[in-house]
């Protein structure tokens, strides 16, 4: 199993930038697609990217698209969410998740908070 832990959640203004980070342990991370989810208070979790095993592939939800950046790096065992142009909606917990090529989101942090102020 792996276990996941975020960091790097904060309080910025709008347009401002936060990069998260995701430190896996228990096995390489490489083994695993990697994504970040985000739930908002009285909403509930939703997709907001993921990257392959590679890294080679990517994808995001239209709210975030041009604004945030996942990478993954299979050598620190970390994966990142670099995001930019910050709205208050983005405010949320976020959180770091792992899956098996051929499995649902089984691995999940604890989450970090991300609150945007207007």
């Known amino acids: 199993q792996v276990q996941l832990v975020e960091s790097g959640g904060g309080l910025v203004q709008a347009g401002g930038s936060l990069r998260l980070s995701c430190a896996a342990s228990?096995?390489?991370?490489?083994?695993?697609?990697t994504g970040w989810f985000r739930q908002a208070p009285g909403k509930e979790r939703e997709f907001v990217a993921s990257i392959s095993r590679s890294g080679g592939s990517t994808a995001y939800a239209d709210s975030v698209k041009g604004r945030f950046t996942i990478s993954r790096d299979n050598v620190k065992n970390t994966v990142g969410l670099q995001m930019n142009s910050l709205k208050p909606e983005d405010t949320a917990v976020y959180y770091c998740?792992?899956?098996?090529?051929?499995?649902?989101?089984?691995?999940w942090g604890q989450g970090t908070q991300v609150t945007v102020s207007s």
């Open positions: 228990g096995r390489t991370i490489s083994t695993y697609f």
């Open positions: 998740a792992a899956r098996g090529a051929l499995e649902s989101w089984n691995y």
